[in-house]
C-alpha cells in the first residue's frame, strides 16, 4: 500500500515517535520510582539502627553502672553480684535483681537457697529468718559469688 502524497509516512512516523517518547517516560517513571522506594527503606534501616544503638538497656546492653543501691537489695550486673556482701538484720528480705544482659542464679553454697533462672529485669527475693552468714553463687557462672550477713 502506497502513500499518495507521502503524509502517511510523516503520520506512522510522528506516532512511532510519540510511542517511543511516552514509552521512555514511564521508564523514566517507574526507575524514580524504584530510586525513591530504594531511598526510603534506606532510610528505615538507618533509623532502625541508630535507635536500637542509642538504647540505654536491653539486650546486647554494654551498660556496665549498677544502679544506685538501695538497701537489702542485691544488683546482678556485669557478671557480678553488687554489693558483693549485703549486711542485714534478722528477719529482712533480701531482693536480687538481674540488670544483667543474661539469665542468672542465686544460688545457696549450702543448699539453703535456689532462686532457679533470674532472667534478664527479673527479680528473686528471700526473707533471711536467721543469724549466720550465707554465702551463694550463680549456677550458670560459678565465678559469680556473693555474701548475705545476717546478724
Same mark, same amino acid.
Given at each position: 500500500m502506497?502513500?499518495? =502524497?507521502?503524509?502517511?509516512? =510523516?503520520?506512522? !512516523?510522528?506516532r512511532a515517535t510519540m510511542r517511543s517518547h511516552w514509552a521512555y517516560s514511564i521508564q523514566i517513571a517507574f526507575m524514580?520510582?524504584?530510586?525513591l522506594h530504594q531511598n526510603i527503606f534506606l532510610l528505615l534501616i538507618s533509623a532502625m539502627a541508630v535507635i536500637s544503638c542509642s538504647k540505654s538497656s536491653g539486650y546486647g546492653s554494654n551498660n556496665t553502672t549498677p544502679p544506685?543501691?538501695?538497701?537489702?537489695?542485691? !544488683?546482678i550486673v556485669s557478671m557480678s553480684f553488687s554489693p558483693a556482701?549485703?549486711?542485714? !538484720?534478722?528477719?529482712?528480705?533480701?531482693?536480687?535483681?538481674?540488670?544483667?544482659?543474661?539469665t542468672h542464679t542465686v544460688t545457696s553454697d549450702a543448699s539453703g537457697f535456689d532462686s532457679g533462672d533470674i532472667t534478664m529485669g527479673?527479680?528473686? !527475693?528471700?526473707?533471711?529468718s536467721v543469724a549466720g552468714t550465707?554465702?551463694?553463687h550463680c549456677t550458670i557462672h560459678p565465678s559469680m559469688k556473693g555474701t548475705i550477713v545476717v546478724k
Open positions: 502506497q502513500v499518495a =502524497h507521502g503524509t502517511g509516512i =510523516h503520520k506512522l !512516523s510522528f524514580k520510582i524504584k530510586i544506685p543501691p538501695v538497701a537489702n537489695t542485691v !544488683s556482701t549485703l549486711t542485714v !538484720s534478722v528477719g529482712t528480705t533480701v531482693t536480687w535483681t538481674n540488670n544483667d544482659n543474661m527479673s527479680k528473686y !527475693s528471700r526473707v533471711f550465707y554465702a551463694y
